[in-house]
């Protein structure tokens, strides 16, 4: 067996269960599906496996799955998490024809956390820390939005000052030069198992190339092993891909979400 699919098997039996939605506010089950909602009026839909089902069954899922969400009007967002080594016939057509639409497929991609550590020699005058406080949270998740493109969205940096009053081991790290965020990206350690994420990680386009997307993954990275983890993974663009891959990462599957509005 290869180290790689050694990997996938671990993300498969440890992360794709209750501990890939530790902020849920409920999980409800329609067959191996898992339709979680979350703060801020977003479900999201996710699975183990499906379990050999065919094509029609796995139609009517999605259609079952679609009207739990409409039938709360305060679900305005609806993500169906895809893996591209899963056996699912039919289920892009039944998405589509549900009215969710596909967005970019990212890499996932699992590795040591310790290949992650190295120093990184940062620009002058840009530093490193790790924010807590309402204001440096919602400074942060402002900046990721604008990086991915997205309208500022005062519901993300909710959704992620409700996990911060948890204290359910989330840490937010930024990059910042003269007072103003530069890059960014969480760490979300996941109980009960070897993993933890990193999460959000954006960067000015202006800053890119530098060396500091990957000064911020070694500041998680050296977290994550203080609090015992020794895997990390990560959904991956293009653009960070290639970096996890030069120190260790290996890409084993890739993801695609789906994405339905009201």
């Known amino acids: ?56 069954t796995i139609a009517r899922w999605v259609a079952e799955a679609l ?28 998405l589509l024809a549900n009215g969710f639409e596909p967005d970019e497929t990212e890499s996932i991609m699992i590795g040591p ?46 959704a992620i000052l409700a996990r911060a009053a948890r204290d359910d081991g989330m840490e937010r790290w930024v990059a910042e030069h003269e007072g103003s965020m530069v890059s960014a990206g969480r760490l979300e350690p996941v109980p009960g198992t070897e993993f933890a994420g990193i999460w959000g990680g954006a960067t000015r386009a202006e800053w890119r190339g530098q060396g500091i997307y990957r000064a911020v993954t070694a500041a998680r990275a050296r977290a994550a092993l203080a609090r015992g983890k020794t895997l990390i993974h990560s959904d991956s663009t293009e653009y960070s891909r290639p970096i996890l891959e030069r120190y260790g990462l290996l890409r084993v599957s890739t993801t695609t979400p789906y994405r339905w509005r009201r």
């Open 1 to 56: 067996m290869t180290l790689s699919t050694q990997l996938l098997m671990a993300y498969d039996q440890q992360l794709r269960t209750d501990a890939e939605t530790p902020s849920a506010l409920a999980v409800e089950l329609l067959g191996p599906l898992r339709l979680v909602t979350f703060a801020g009026g977003r479900g999201f839909v996710t699975y183990q496996d499906l379990g050999g089902a065919d094509a029609p």
């Open 67 to 94: 009207a739990f969400y409409r039938s709360d009007p305060a679900i305005v967002r609806v993500e169906w998490k895809t893996r591209g080594h899963d056996d699912a016939p039919g289920l892009h057509d039944a």
């Open 113 to 158: 956390a310790k290949a992650l550590t190295a120093d990184v020699q940062l620009p002058p005058g840009v530093s490193l820390r790790r924010v807590s406080e309402e204001r440096d949270i919602r400074a942060m998740s402002a900046m990721q939005d604008e990086v991915f493109g997205v309208s500022v969205s005062n519901g993300n940096a909710d």
